[in-house]
């Protein structure tokens, strides 16, 4: 991994090393149809240093695991959010609000992670999110461009 990588007890991401032995729990948390080959790629490098975590994957993209190590794998609709998405988006921000200064969260996000960890704002509902993301796609928008307007209608 040329972002990633554990260096005795440190962690070097993109450059920036943080010193293990300074933290009192290290998490894991994201999203992505990549979640879980990017959760098994860090929960190798940090072995016992990993204390847990939350990745939402797209239905069918776990290997068929639960789990990843410490970090659990929840399976989620994709390009359509559902609420299975919503009720594991609801874990991952309860877990980082748990999440304290003496604790380090490596968070993993890759294509299809906007889908996935889907938050309402308030007054819309998962439905209208449904709809419009069914519209945009019907009529061949963009990811950049559904993106562009879901970033108003969520939370995360």
Not at 51 to 77: F, M, N, P, R, W
Not at 119 to 141: M, N
């Amino acid at each position: 991994m040329r972002s990633l990588r554990r260096e005795a007890n440190r962690l070097v991401i993109g450059g920036q090393a943080y010193d293990l032995n300074t933290f009192h729990r290290v998490l894991v948390v994201g999203a992505g149809k990549a979640g879980a080959p990017m959760a098994q790629a860090v929960a190798n490098l940090l072995g016992d240093r990993l204390s847990g975590g939350l990745v939402i994957v797209k239905d069918g993209y776990t290997g068929g695991l639960q789990a990843v190590g410490s970090i659990e794998l929840a399976e989620a609709s994709h390009p359509l959010p559902d609420e299975r998405g919503v009720a594991a988006t609801q874990r991952l921000v309860e877990l980082l609000r748990d999440a304290r200064a003496g604790d380090l969260v490596v968070c993993v996000i890759s294509g299809g992670g906007s889908a996935l960890m889907v938050a309402p704002a308030p007054g819309i509902s998962l439905a209208d999110l449904q709809t419009l993301t069914s519209a945009l796609l019907a009529c061949g928008a963009t990811i950049d461009q559904i993106n562009a307007l879901r970033k108003h209608l969520v939370l995360v």
